[in-house]
């Protein structure tokens, strides 16, 4: 289970970016994290995951403090981050086999995994080139494989879908379903509605810092009994008064109003 209790962080003396994020998250659970771009997701994971310490709060992967006991919580997940831009001098196998090797998967099972992984998303012909040569599509990719090399009950991850192609993004999405329905979690952060939409048991919506729903997709439907799409709903939630490009302006326009 990952409970998220109470996290506060501002950024120098800016607006705050997370404001008093509490939320849990069970086995079992593919869960989305929604939002306009700035809305707060990856300061919530990178706080999640230990990259930066909270101003305020704490979350507890499966009993073990991020804060105080950070060792064993980041034993416990995978973290897929939105810029995959660490490791550039590595060839791919050398990631995958540093990955691996940090999280003990024994060794005879190592090259098998890396193998059958890297071929399910096309990348095993690349594995010998340096990650520096990649696409950022590739990239993901190769980050994607390692978490799945991996392996750990709880996977994190910040906008997978962005630059993976369509057969990629689908094993990811089959994957993600596995992974969970093995009682594991799955929390992943996007800006598209669609993309949760298909996959999620659970989401939140965050909107300049804010936690403003947590429920099921059918949640957020009934939570207007008009009968607006999704979308209107989504981006109802998520305005900013004119501040960001989904006001109510632009969105009339959109819609010829
Ligand atoms: N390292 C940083 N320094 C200063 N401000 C930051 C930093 N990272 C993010 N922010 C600000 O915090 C807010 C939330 O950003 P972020 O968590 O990246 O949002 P999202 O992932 O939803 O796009 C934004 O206003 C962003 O400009
Ligand atoms: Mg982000």
């Not at 791919?92 to 190592?110: C, D, R, S, T, W």
């Not at 993309?195 to 957020?220: P, S």
Request: aromatic share 8%; charged share 25%.
């Amino acid at each position: 289970m990952i409970d998220i209790q109470h996290l506060h962080k501002t950024y120098g003396n800016a607006k705050k970016a997370n404001d008093d994020i509490t939320l849990q998250i069970y086995p079992g659970e593919i869960f989305g994290l929604l939002g306009p771009n700035g809305s707060g997701k990856s300061t919530l994971f990178k706080q999640m995951t230990g990259i930066i310490q909270p101003d305020y709060g704490d979350v507890i992967l499966n009993g073990h403090s991020i804060v105080s006991d950070s060792l064993e919580a980041k034993k416990t997940f995978a973290f897929v981050s939105d810029t995959p831009d660490n490791f550039l001098q590595l060839k791919g196998i050398e990631y995958l086999n540093f990955v691996a090797n940090i999280y003990q998967v024994p060794n005879k099972e190592k090259a098998q995994r890396i193998e059958s992984t890297a071929r399910e998303f096309g990348m095993y012909d690349d594995l010998g080139k340096q990650i520096a040569s990649y696409s950022h599509g590739m990239r993901q990719k190769i980050m994607v494989i390692g978490a799945l090399v991996v392996n750990p009950d709880i996977w994190i991850l910040d906008e997978p879908m962005v630059g993976l192609d369509p057969r990629s993004a689908f094993n990811l999405k089959n994957k993600m379903r596995e992974h969970a329905d093995k009682d594991n979690i799955v929390i992943f952060s996007t800006h598209v509605l669609e993309v949760a939409e298909q996959i999620v048991d659970r989401l939140a919506i965050i909107n300049k810092g804010h936690l403003v729903f947590v429920g099921t997709v059918d949640q957020l439907r009934e939570m207007n009994h008009s009968d607006k799409s999704l979308e209107q709903i989504f981006l109802e939630l998520t305005d900013t008064e004119g501040e960001n490009p989904l006001s109510q302006e632009k969105l009339d326009a959109a819609q010829g109003v």
